[in-house]
């Protein structure tokens, strides 16, 4: 199979994640086949759709919600579902059984050569696809939430996942406008929770040990390298800040500076127990302070949220391409 053949996609399982891949494949006009169980979970998917589509609306990325969801459907039935999909999207619970009796019946109806990913964010690609009849065709497809937003996904391979499978699902995802990196290797968390979780935890040390409170650690997240971030990778924000001598001159000429730092930062492998208190007691006070317009409950954040990511996007030349089908200037 090749990436242009690839016209259906199946969404297997509709919660947060996986009506929102349905979003993203939609919008770049493939026909998209939502699975679930029950009623209840599908129409709470079609709902879900219809209103985040309104933030594309108001952002003159769309028309009209028809334009998205006439290339959605939705059902009960898991072969109506995947029966001729060249690319599967499984986004059921995070439990290996589940996974294994998801994957059974996937596979009793998908075409034998379809792409399968899994929207884990934990578990191992091998051993979900450990029971299946052909485990060269499964990855593992873990999005950035919201999918329909953040282009990143990270693919991850089993032991027995063809390279030319990789390949193709990578081609797939860079095809519908995502942004894919391969893990050479399985990695707990992969690669973006490792390093979201290595700063956390330094900010939590920080706060602990009484340098800093909880809002302002995240201002110097958001108005410092979080701003320098949303442009590009550490690294290479590294190669500019070495001026001539790039990155590995910075590295040289700071190495004593940077060692004293790695010294003294948080190198624990537990969280505190406290933390979590700790933390909810220092946000709530930083989203209580917020002006409405950014965000001052949770509900309008994840709006300015949302809102400031379409921003970023249009910067990054990225919205007018993960929906070129359907955007006009």
């Not at 770049?28 to 029950?38: H, P, R």
């Not at 059902?75 to 001729?84: L, N, R, Y």
């Not at 999207?89 to 998908?110: L, N």
């Amino acid at each position: 199979m090749k990436v242009e053949d690839i016209k259906k996609v199946a969404c297997v399982g509709s919660g947060v994640i996986g009506y929102s891949w349905a979003i993203a494949f939609a919008l770049k006009g493939k026909e998209v086949g939502v699975y679930d169980v029950s009623d209840d979970a599908l129409n709470l998917a079609k709902s879900r759709v219809h209103t985040s589509l309104e933030l594309f609306i108001k952002n003159n990325v769309i028309k009209d919600y028809d334009e998205v969801e006439k290339h959605i459907f939705y059902t009960k039935s898991m072969e109506e579902a995947v029966k001729g999909a060249g690319f599967i999207q499984e986004s059921g619970p995070e439990h290996y059984d589940v996974k294994h009796q998801i994957v059974a019946e996937i596979e009793k109806y998908a075409p034998v050569d379809a792409i399968i990913a899994s929207s884990t964010s934990g578990l191992l690609v091998t051993e979900i696809a450990k029971e299946a009849k052909h485990p060269e065709r499964f990855v593992g497809g873990h999005p950035y939430n919201p999918p329909h937003l953040i282009p990143l996904v990270e693919i991850t391979k089993g032991e027995k996942t063809t390279p030319e499978n990789v390949e193709l699902a990578k081609e797939f995802y860079t095809s519908v406008g995502k942004e894919p990196v391969v893990l050479q290797k399985e990695a707990l968390g992969f690669i973006c929770n490792r390093l979201q979780m290595a700063l956390y935890r330094e900010v939590c040390y920080l706060v602990m040990n009484g340098v800093c409170s909880v809002e302002d650690a995240d201002k110097a997240v958001t108005f410092g390298p979080g701003l320098r971030w949303a442009i590009m990778g550490p690294t290479m924000v590294f190669q500019l800040g070495g001026g001539k001598v790039g990155v590995d001159g910075l590295m040289y000429h700071l190495s004593d500076s940077i060692n004293l730092w790695l010294k003294d930062m948080a190198d624990f492998k537990e969280f505190p127990p406290e933390w979590g208190k700790i933390a909810r007691e220092g946000v709530d006070k930083e989203i209580a302070a917020r002006p409405k317009e950014i965000g001052n409950d949770d509900t309008s954040l994840a709006a300015y949220r949302d809102d400031m990511l379409v921003e970023l996007l249009k910067l990054h030349n990225k919205l007018w391409d993960l929906w070129s089908l359907f955007c006009w200037q």
